[in-house]
Nanobody, 116 residues
Framework: QVQLVESGGGLVQPGGSLRLSCAAS????????MRWYRQAPGKERELVAH????????NYADSVKGRFTISRDNAKNTVYLQMNSLKPEDTAVYYC?????????WGQGTQVTVSS
């Protein structure tokens, strides 16, 4: 059974940083590319960042490029999202997701609120 457990969210001031983690289980983590998505109130879920299965290739939404960094540790079955220079418009629930046939499995997400 696929399980994705996100953590690390919280309340942070504009310009601050947070590091999100997503612990995966129930599948061969190292075989799957992973993504971080976010969903703000009243908005569609949007793709934030993508990382290949071995971690050698990453892609970012234009809105977070240069501020966010996705990484993974296949030995720990965990994917991370380092978020720097946070802005109020980054406020959302953040989710991780496995690319491909497991894409319908979602965790509970972790809330990120950027506010002074």
């Amino acid at each position: 059974q696929v399980q994705l457990v996100e953590s690390g969210g919280g309340l942070v001031q504009p310009g601050g940083s947070l590091r999100l983690s997503c612990a995966a289980s129930g599948f061969t983590f190292s075989s799957y590319a992973m993504r971080w998505y976010r969903q703000a109130p009243g908005k569609e879920r949007e793709l934030v960042a993508h990382i290949s299965s071995a971690g050698g290739r990453t892609n970012y939404a234009d809105s977070v490029k240069g501020r966010f960094t996705i990484s993974r540790d296949n030995a720990k079955n965990t994917v991370y999202l380092q978020m720097n220079s946070l802005k109020p418009e980054d406020t959302a629930v953040y989710y991780c997701n496995a690319v491909g046939p497991l894409r319908d499995s979602w965790g509970q997400g972790t809330q990120v609120t950027v506010s002074s």
